[in-house]
């Protein structure tokens, strides 16, 4: 039996969505209500925006939805142990020289983050610490603490 291919967020239907492992329909409907307002994802990440969506679901989506264009075949599922699609897995950034883009790939944040962090680094110079992004309105102690292995910082004095 093979795996079911992975479901794109950018054009999956409430009941599509609803069916998948940690969402049910309230999650289903708040994740295409926010698609139409915002666009397609490009990242799971940015789904953590979505009212009830947190770490834990995304987690649970990890290797059964995507977001990617329209039209764009899936990518293929991982046979790494993690369960963890490639597509999935963001490797460490550094918050002092990330672009909006590197950023967005980031659990936790979105769009309006990403292009704030560039703000206050640009604003106020570079971050000494991935604790810093609290300079960052919008970003509390939990999102740092779910960015703990995936950030790093150079260039700070």
Known sequence: MSAA???NANVATIEALDALPGLG???ASAIVAWRQRHGPCSSLEQLAVVPGIGAATLAALEGHLWCGPVGEPAPRRSTDPSGVAPAARVSSIDINTASVDELVGLSGIALARAEAIVAERTANGAFASCAELVRVRGIGPATVANLE???T???AE
């Open 153 to 155: 910082v150079s260039g």
């Open 5 to 7: 291919p992975l479901l």
């Open 149 to 151: 292995d995936h950030c």
């Open 25 to 27: 329909p309230a999650k």
